[in-house]
Nanobody, 122 residues
Framework: QVQLVESGGGLVQAGGSLRLSCAAS???????RGWFRQAPGKEREFVAAISWDGGTTNYADSVKGRFTISRDNAKNTVYLQMNSLKPEDSAVYLC????????????????WGQGTQVTVSS
């Protein structure tokens, strides 16, 4: 069984930075990992993904150049460094694990965390 726990969310001013972490229990080092986000009244949205070996990354156009996904398989943890944050980045950020490729497809991920709230004030 795989469990994912996100941390690092919070309140930040526009232009600021946050670093999210997603710690996993179980054998997740062979899985691709992804970050999605969901704002109130909106559908879950892909943010970033990284392949099982960290060799390939994939980003939503809205975060390219501002967010960086990385992973440390020795710690079974994936990170999302978020810079130049905007109010429209406000959402619950969810970590996911599944497959081996850095896919943006929601259905490719089998395991999900509970999420961490990110709020960006203007």
């Amino acid at each position: 069984q795989v469990q994912l726990v996100e941390s690092g969310g919070g309140l930040v001013q526009a232009g600021g930075s946050l670093r999210l972490s997603c710690a996993a229990s179980g054998r997740t080092f062979t899985y691709a990992r992804g970050w999605f986000r969901q704002a109130p009244g909106k559908e879950r949205e892909f943010v970033a993904a990284i392949s099982w070996d960290g060799g390939t990354t994939n980003y939503a156009d809205s975060v390219k150049g501002r967010f960086t996904i990385s992973r440390d398989n020795a710690k079974n943890t994936v990170y999302l460094q978020m810079n130049s944050l905007k109010p429209e980045d406000s959402a619950v950020y969810l970590c996911a694990a599944g497959g081996t490729y850095a896919t943006s497809r929601y259905s490719d991920y089998h395991y999900w965390g509970q999420g961490t709230q990110v709020t960006v004030s203007s």
